[in-house]
């Protein structure tokens, strides 16, 4: 029983990998640009997720405007939104910057785990769980005593905002790779690189931006916040991993756990 228990510890995923939301605005995306195309005669590239400053585009369109955690905020859907772009040259009205801020609101900068939010609108990347959860960054042991539970992103800024509140839902499609919010952190750490990308290629977290190594690092981490010693000997074994990024992280999680090598 206390086996299974352990093989039970899971990892909390960001509420934007739990599906993949992307993917599905893509579709969506080149479905209205199939639909424009057949009335019109125009050009266009569609992009979501992909090379283009998308935050500043989303502003000047209307769809949003920057919270003091720098994330886009609509007026639907709060920050639970992701960002996609029909790049066209056809000759399309404008719609209008939103005049809306978060007025005297700092909840945000307040709750960030790592006080990567420096101040409004400025983002010590280096010290984000979210962008370091999936960068082979050099992380601080403070960093590693922030990580919590997670797995995969962090999303305390938006939790937090005053803004997400009773706003609108979506429901996630299964076949889109639904992941839901958490993971079971010892399969994680079993993994080779095809089994996961086999399990998870529906889903953005098999994409290939999405680095392995990066993902049993946090499950490390994870574990070691779990505050369970029986998961000491499943970190143990990484302690002399070749990849120096997952042995700092094991060896830093025996500490964390009282045990020793």
Same mark, same amino acid.
């Given at each position: /029983?206390?086996?299974?228990?352990? &093989?039970?510890?899971?990892?909390?995923?960001?509420?934007?990998?739990?599906?993949?939301?992307?993917?599905?605005?893509?579709?969506?995306?080149?479905?209205?640009?199939?639909?424009?195309?057949?009335?019109?005669?125009?050009h266009y590239r569609i992009y979501c997720n992909g090379p283009i400053a998308e935050k500043p585009l989303a502003v000047k369109a209307g769809i949003g405007y920057y919270g003091?955690?720098?994330?886009?905020?609509?007026?639907?859907?709060?920050?639970?939104?992701?960002?996609?772009?029909?790049?066209?040259?056809?000759?399309?009205?404008?719609?209008?910057?939103?005049?809306?801020?978060?007025?005297?609101?700092?909840?945000?900068?307040?709750?960030?785990?790592?006080?990567?939010?420096?101040?409004?609108?400025?983002?010590?990347?280096?010290?984000?769980?979210?962008?370091?959860?999936?960068?082979?960054?050099?992380?601080?042991?403070?960093?590693? &005593? /922030?990580?919590g539970n997670r797995l995969y992103g962090c999303t305390t800024c938006q939790e937090v905002c005053?803004?997400?509140?009773?706003? *609108?839902?979506?429901?996630? +499609?299964?076949?889109?790779?639904?992941?839901?919010?958490?993971?079971?952190?010892?399969?994680?750490?079993?993994?080779?690189?095809?089994?996961?990308? &086999?399990?998870? $290629?529906?889903?953005?977290?098999?994409?290939?931006?999405?680095?392995? /190594?990066?993902?049993?690092?946090?499950?490390?981490?994870?574990?070691?916040?779990?505050?369970?010693?029986?998961?000491?000997? $499943? +970190?143990?074994?990484?302690?002399?991993?070749?990849?120096?990024? +997952?042995?700092? /992280?094991?060896?830093?999680?025996? *500490?964390?756990?009282?045990?020793?090598?």
């Amino acid at each position: /029983a206390c086996d299974r228990k352990v &093989e039970r510890l899971e990892g909390s995923v960001a509420r934007y990998t739990w599906s993949n939301y992307y993917y599905d605005l893509k579709k969506r995306l080149r479905r209205l640009a199939n639909v424009l195309s057949r009335s019109y005669k125009m050009h266009y590239r569609i992009y979501c997720n992909g090379p283009i400053a998308e935050k500043p585009l989303a502003v000047k369109a209307g769809i949003g405007y920057y919270g003091k955690h720098s994330i886009i905020l609509n007026k639907d859907f709060g920050s639970w939104v992701v960002i996609g772009e029909i790049i066209t040259d056809l000759e399309i009205e404008t719609d209008a910057p939103l005049e809306e801020d978060c007025g005297d609101c700092h909840l945000c900068i307040d709750s960030c785990p790592t006080g990567a939010i420096k101040k409004p609108y400025q983002l010590d990347w280096s010290r984000c769980i979210q962008y370091l959860s999936n960068h082979r960054a050099r992380v601080g042991e403070d960093i590693f &005593e /922030a990580w919590g539970n997670r797995l995969y992103g962090c999303t305390t800024c938006q939790e937090v905002c005053p803004k997400n509140r009773y706003k *609108k839902q979506s429901h996630p +499609i299964p076949e889109y790779g639904y992941v839901g919010p958490s993971l079971p952190l010892l399969d994680i750490l079993i993994l080779d690189e095809a089994r996961f990308r &086999e399990r998870y $290629h529906r889903n953005q977290i098999g994409a290939r931006w999405v680095e392995l /190594a990066c993902l049993k690092r946090n499950a490390i981490l994870a574990l070691a916040h779990s505050g369970d010693r029986r998961v000491s000997n $499943h +970190i143990r074994r990484f302690k002399d991993d070749p990849d120096p990024m +997952i042995a700092a /992280a094991a060896r830093w999680a025996i *500490k964390r756990l009282s045990c020793s090598w």
